[in-house]
C-alpha cells in the first residue's frame, strides 16, 4: 500500500487510545504483509506465479480482500478490477475463481498480475475498524493516504467527523458518522487509472467520490467511477441504493444515487485541534 494511514480516537483514556491506535498500525503493517504485490511472500505476490488451472490456499486476509474485490467486479460491471494493471499492458486476460471451502484461488487463464492499490486501503480501514471496536473505542477517524476516510460514532449532538470533497479547505463538506468516503482523480498521480474493458486510461478528468457502508467498498467504486459513463453510473447506483457518488464539474461536487446526503450542519466533529481526540499517523513501507 506504501502509504500513510491516521487513527484518530475520542473521548478515550489517552494511553488507552494510544494502545488502541497502536494495534490498529500494527494490523495495518501485518495486512500489507499479505496484500502488497511488492512482498515477495505476500499472497499477491505469489499468485503472479501460478500457471493455468493451478490453485493456491490463502491467508485469510487474502482471500476475503479478493472475494470483495470480484464482489466490486461485478457491482461496477467490469469497470473495477484488481487485474487492471494487466489489460492496461494488453497481456492476456486474466481470469480467476475463488474456491470458498478451499480458501484458495484458481488462475483460470493469462498471468494473475493483482495490484490491489484501488482496494487494499479501503480493505485495511475496514479491519482496522473492526479492531477498534473489539477495544471499545467506537468512535473514530481512520484515513488512508489522504483519500480514503472510514468514520465510526459522533459523539453528543457532533453531526460527525467533517470532511471535505477534495483538499483541505474545501469548501463543500460532508460530516461523516458509520460510513466511508474515498476520492479518486488524475491530478496528483496522472493517468494512472485504466479502464478494465478497454485497457484504456480513464477518460473522466475531473475528481470522483464514492460514499458507501464500507471502505473497501467505496475504495473500489470511486475508482470505477473514473471510467463509467454516467449513463453506466446512474444504472450501477440504481442496483445499489446504499451507495452515493459525487462528480466534479467546474469546481462542485454533483451527487448522484438515492442514498441520502449525510447530515450537514455548522456543528462540527472532529477538529484535529480538539483536546479530546488523540492522533497517531503512520506510513507503510509497500
Known amino acids: 500500500m506504501a502509504t500513510f494511514f491516521e487513527v484518530r480516537i475520542v473521548d478515550e483514556e489517552r494511553t488507552y487510545a494510544a494502545q488502541a491506535a497502536q494495534a490498529a498500525l500494527d494490523l495495518v503493517d501485518k495486512l ?3 496484500l502488497s504485490r511488492f512482498r515477495p511472500n505476500s499472497d ?11 490453485t493456491m490456499r490463502l491467508s485469510e486476509p487474502g482471500f476475503a480482500c479478493l472475494e470483495i474485490a470480484k464482489k466490486m467486479e461485478a457491482a461496477t460491471r467490469g469497470a473495477f478490477s484488481a487485474t487492471a494493471a494487466a489489460h492496461a499492458m494488453q497481456a492476456a486476460v486474466p481470469a480467476w475463481s475463488l474456491l470458498p471451502e478451499e480458501q484458495a484461488i484458481q488462475c483460470q487463464s493469462g498471468r494473475l498480475q493483482f495490484d490491489l492499490g484501488a482496494i487494499g486501503k479501503g480493505f485495511a480501514l475496514d479491519r482496522m475498524a473492526e479492531l477498534l471496536r473489539e ?4 468512535a473514530f477517524l481512520l484515513v488512508a493516504g489522504g483519500s480514503s476516510i472510514l468514520a465510526g460514532a459522533a459523539l453528543g449532538n457532533a453531526a460527525g467527523w467533517s470532511c471535505g470533497l477534495g ?32 485497457g484504456q ?3 473522466r478528468q475531473n475528481r470522483a467520490w464514492a460514499l458507501t457502508d464500507t471502505a473497501a467498498e ?4 470511486s475508482t470505477a467511477c473514473m471510467v463509467l459513463s454516467e449513463a453506466e453510473l446512474n444504472e450501477v447506483l440504481a442496483q445499489n441504493p446504499s451507495w452515493l457518488v459525487f462528480l466534479e464539474k467546474d469546481g462542485v461536487a454533483r451527487p448522484m444515487g438515492s442514498r441520502a446526503l449525510p447530515h450537514a450542519t455548522e456543528t462540527q466533529f472532529g477538529n484535529i ?5 488523540f492522533n ?4 507503510t513501507s509497500g
Open 32 to 34: 500489507e504483509s499479505h
Open 135 to 138: 477495544w471499545d473505542c467506537p
Open 201 to 203: 486510461p480513464a477518460q
Open 273 to 277: 485541534t480538539d483536546p479530546r481526540i
Open 44 to 54: 499477491i505476490a505469489q499468485i503472479a506465479e501460478l500457471a493455468l488451472g493451478e
Open 280 to 283: 497517531r499517523p503512520h506510513k
Open 167 to 198: 483538499d483541505d479547505n474545501a469548501t463543500q463538506r460532508l460530516f461523516l458518522a458509520h460510513e466511508s468516503l474515498s476520492g479518486s482523480g488524475l491530478a496528483v498521480k496522472g493517468n494512472h487509472i485504466f479502464d478494465p474493458r478497454t
Open 218 to 221: 467505496s475504495d473500489a467504486l
